[in-house]
């Protein structure tokens, strides 16, 4: 199984960020390896969202279900997608003072498949390792550069 393990601290509210990850249907617009995505089941604790990839030779899609702790964690789990055995991850957005957070990232898979484990699990953890930094940058967009309190 494979893991990768990112954590950043952003000028930004824990809700604020939590938002942006949770916002799966705009995850196309500024996700370079993304050329779809959607929410396909919402509720207050529970989501089902599908991702479709396009990255270095890695072409798949996925659907996970996601259990929602608003403001404050993302659980995933994979339903569905014939590139993966496993995929789990985990958001958490740690509040460190009303204008900033650490955000924490871990996700684990196992990709189907003997050659699709060495040719694309190297793709596929660089795209994992990315997606703090993609999305302390969104929040640049959205929100607007801060500095520290």
């Known amino acids: 199984m494979h893991t990768v393990n990112r954590s950043l601290i952003v000028p930004y509210s824990a809700l604020e960020m939590y938002a942006l990850v949770n ?7 500024f996700l370079l390896w993304c050329n779809e995505s959607e929410t396909l089941e919402q509720e207050d604790e529970v989501s089902v969202a599908r991702i479709s990839i396009a990255f270095k030779g890695l072409n798949t899609a996925f659907t996970t279900r996601n259990r929602l702790v608003p403001g404050r964690s993302i659980h995933m789990k994979l339903c569905e997608g014939p590139s993966f055995k496993t995929l789990l991850g985990d958001w958490q957005f740690v509040p460190l003072d009303d204008c900033a957070c650490r955000i924490e990232l871990s996700v684990q898979f196992v990709l189907a498949g003997r050659i699709a484990e060495k040719a694309l699990s190297p793709i596929f ?11 302390a940058g969104r929040a640049k967009v959205l929100y607007g550069e801060r500095a520290f309190a």
Do not use: G
């Open 23 to 29: 916002d799966v249907d705009r995850y196309h617009e």
């Open 125 to 135: 953890s660089r795209i994992c390792a990315d997606l703090v930094d993609a999305f």
